[in-house]
C-alpha cells in the first residue's frame, strides 16, 4: 500500500482528498500545518507528498525545500490557491514535482498521483548482465537508468527528479528537437494552460548542473522551435 503524507490545513479539502485516497487503496496521513507535516515528513518514509503552500508556522515553500535537503528523489505536489503562472513557475523551482490549483477534481489529483508514482516507482530489477541497456552515453555524459546515476567528466551529478527526467528525455532523443509542448507532456504528464515558462526554468537548472563546467554545451536552443540534445 503506497503512503501518501497530505499537509493541508482546510478541514474539508484534507476531508475530501483523504476519503478519495483511502478509497483508492492509498495510506493516508494528514499534517494540519507546515512545521508538523516537515516533521513527518522527515521521520518517516512516504511514497508521495500532497502539499499546500498557505500552511501556519511553515509556508509550504520552505518546507519543500526542508525535504528536498534529505531527500531528492520523493515526489512532491504543490496544491494551491494559488495559480498564476508565476506562482506556479515558483512552485517547480522549489523542486515540486507537479501543482495543480485549487479549486481541482479529485479524479485530477489522483491522475497526476498516479502518473507520478508509476514514474518513480522501479517495477523490475534487471539481471547484471542486461544492466548495459539502462546505459546512455553522449559525450562524456553517461545516465545510468539503472541505478539512476548522471555522471559528467568523472564528476558525479546531483539531480532532482524532475531534473532527472528531463535529461533522461533528452539523452534518450538525442539530436532529435524536442518542442516545448513535447517537454511538458513527457516530463510532467500535463499540458498547462497558463503561459508557464516551467521548461525553460527547468532547462537552465539542468544546463547549470551538466554544461556549466564543460566547454561542450550538449543541450542547445532551437529558436522558435525547442531544444535539442547533440
Known amino acids: 500500500m503506497k503512503k501518501i503524507l497530505l499537509i493541508e490545513d482546510e478541514a474539508h479539502v484534507v476531508s475530501f482528498i483523504k476519503k478519495g485516497l483511502e478509497e483508492e487503496g492509498f495510506e493516508v496521513t494528514v499534517a494540519f500545518d507546515g512545521k508538523t507535516g516537515l516533521s513527518l515528513a522527515l521521520e518517516n518514509n512516504f511514497d508521495l507528498i500532497v502539499l499546500d503552500i498557505m500552511l501556519p508556522e511553515i509556508n509550504g515553500y520552505e518546507v519543500c525545500k526542508e525535504i528536498r535537503k534529505k531527500d531528492q528523489l520523493i515526489p512532491v505536489i504543490f496544491l494551491s490557491a494559488l495559480g498564476t503562472s508565476e506562482n506556479i513557475v515558483m512552485g517547480l523551482e522549489y523542486n515540486a514535482d507537479d501543482y495543480i490549483v485549487k479549486p481541482f477534481k479529485f479524479v485530477e489529483l489522483l491522475a497526476r498521483i498516479r502518473n507520478l508514482l508509476r514514474r518513480t516507482?522501479?517495477?523490475?530489477?534487471?539481471?547484471?548482465?542486461?544492466?548495459e541497456e539502462f546505459i546512455y552515453k553522449i559525450d562524456d555524459l553517461v545516465v545510468n537508468d539503472y541505478t539512476k546515476t548522471v555522471v559528467r567528466n568523472?564528476?558525479?551529478?546531483?539531480?532532482?527528479?524532475?531534473?532527472?527526467k528531463l535529461l533522461l528525455f533528452f539523452i534518450k532523443n538525442k539530436e532529435r528537437v524536442l518542442s516545448r509542448p513535447d517537454i511538458l507532456d513527457e516530463v510532467w504528464g500535463v499540458s498547462y494552460e497558463l503561459g508557464t515558462n516551467v521548461v525553460?526554468?527547468?532547462?537552465?537548472?539542468?544546463?547549470?548542473?551538466?554544461?556549466?563546467?564543460?566547454?561542450?554545451?550538449?543541450?542547445?536552443?532551437?529558436?522558435?522551435?525547442?531544444?535539442?540534445m547533440k
Open 154 to 164: 568523472s564528476q558525479e551529478i546531483s539531480l532532482t527528479t524532475t531534473e532527472y
Open 200 to 228: 525553460d526554468v527547468y532547462v537552465n537548472y539542468l544546463r547549470k548542473k551538466i554544461d556549466s563546467q564543460s566547454n561542450n554545451k550538449l543541450i542547445q536552443t532551437m529558436i522558435g522551435m525547442g531544444y535539442v
Open 121 to 131: 516507482e522501479n517495477t523490475s530489477t534487471p539481471k547484471p548482465d542486461l544492466q
